[in-house]
C-alpha cells in the first residue's frame, strides 16, 4: 500500500488532520470493497454498507492500531474490523448463515497458507481463463493488497519483471521473488476457496 502507517500518520489521524483521513480512505477503500464483496454473497449495496461502517469504526478505534506491531500495514487491522462489520450485517440474515460458517472456517485456512505458502505456484495461464474467473476473482479479493497488486501488474497490465523493479524500487531479483510469493499465495488461496465452495454446494 501506497502510504507510511507509522507512528506519524496515527498522531496526525487521530488529531483528526485532513490529509491523513484522506491518506487512509485512498489506500484501503477498494482493496476493502475486493475483500469484502464475496463475503458478503456479492451483495453490493451490503458491502458498500460494511466498508463504511468498517472505515468509521476504524477512526473512532485508531488508538488501537498499533504501526510498530503491525509493521506499518493497516490493512490486516482494517480487515479484522471489516470481519466483525461484515459478521453483524450477515447475521441479520438468516439465509446468510451458511455463508458466515464458510468465510469464518476459510479465515482460519488463510492463516495457515500464509505462514507456509509452500506449494509450487499455478501456472501464469489460470488467471486467464474463462471458466474459473469468478473463482479468480475471489481469490484476488483475499489476498494481501501487495500480493494482488503484483500479480495485477504482471498478468494483467502485462509489466515486465524489470518494469516492476522499477516501479517498486528493487532489484530484479527481488520483485521476482515477491512476484513468487505472490503466485504461490494465490494458487493456495485458489485451491482453499475451491475446496470449500465445492463443500458448500453439496
Given at each position: 500500500?501506497?502510504?507510511?502507517?507509522?507512528?506519524?500518520?496515527?498522531?496526525?489521524?487521530?488529531?483528526?488532520?485532513?490529509?491523513?483521513?484522506?491518506?487512509?480512505?485512498?489506500?484501503?477503500?477498494?482493496?476493502?470493497?475486493?475483500?469484502?464483496?464475496?463475503?458478503?454473497?456479492?451483495?453490493?449495496?451490503?458491502?458498500?454498507?460494511?466498508?463504511?461502517?468498517?472505515?468509521?469504526?476504524?477512526?473512532?478505534?485508531?488508538?488501537?492500531?498499533?504501526?510498530?506491531r503491525?509493521q506499518?500495514?493497516?490493512?490486516?487491522?482494517?480487515?479484522?474490523?471489516?470481519?466483525?462489520?461484515?459478521?453483524?450485517?450477515?447475521?441479520?440474515?438468516?439465509?446468510?448463515?451458511?455463508?458466515?460458517?464458510?468465510?469464518?472456517?476459510?479465515?482460519?485456512?488463510?492463516?495457515?497458507?500464509?505462514?507456509?505458502?509452500?506449494?509450487?505456484?499455478?501456472g501464469?495461464?489460470?488467471?486467464?481463463?474463462?471458466?474459473?474467473?469468478?473463482?479468480?476473482?475471489?481469490?484476488?479479493?483475499q489476498?494481501?493488497?501487495?500480493?494482488?497488486?503484483?500479480?495485477?501488474?504482471?498478468?494483467?497490465?502485462?509489466?515486465?519483471?524489470?518494469?516492476?523493479?522499477?516501479?517498486?524500487s528493487?532489484?530484479?531479483?527481488?520483485?521476482?521473488?515477491?512476484?513468487?510469493?505472490?503466485?504461490?499465495?494465490?494458487?493456495?488461496?485458489?485451491?482453499?476457496?475451491s475446496?470449500?465452495?465445492?463443500?458448500?454446494?453439496?
Open positions: 500500500m501506497g502510504y507510511p502507517f507509522d507512528d506519524a500518520w496515527r498522531r496526525a489521524a487521530l488529531r483528526g488532520e485532513e490529509a491523513a483521513v484522506k491518506d487512509l480512505a485512498q489506500a484501503v477503500l477498494q482493496p476493502l470493497f475486493s475483500f469484502c464483496l464475496y463475503r458478503v454473497g456479492r451483495n453490493q449495496h451490503l458491502c458498500e454498507e460494511v466498508v463504511q461502517e468498517t472505515l468509521l469504526r476504524a477512526l473512532r478505534e485508531l488508538r488501537h492500531y498499533e504501526p510498530a503491525a506499518n500495514n493497516i490493512f490486516p487491522w482494517i480487515t479484522g474490523l471489516a470481519r466483525n462489520e461484515i459478521q453483524r450485517a450477515l447475521g441479520r440474515e438468516k439465509s446468510a448463515l451458511s455463508l458466515q460458517a464458510l468465510w469464518a472456517k476459510m479465515d482460519n485456512e488463510l492463516l495457515a497458507i500464509y505462514a507456509k505458502l509452500e506449494q509450487e505456484p499455478f501464469t495461464e489460470l488467471l486467464q481463463r474463462e471458466e474459473t474467473r469468478d473463482l479468480v476473482n475471489a481469490t484476488m479479493s489476498l494481501p493488497p501487495h500480493y494482488r497488486e503484483a500479480l495485477e501488474a504482471k498478468y494483467v497490465t502485462g509489466k515486465s519483471v524489470r518494469d516492476l523493479a522499477a516501479a517498486w528493487l532489484t530484479e531479483k527481488a520483485a521476482e521473488s515477491q512476484l513468487t510469493r505472490a503466485r504461490k499465495a494465490f494458487r493456495a488461496v485458489f485451491l482453499a476457496l475446496r470449500n465452495l465445492e463443500l458448500e454446494m453439496v
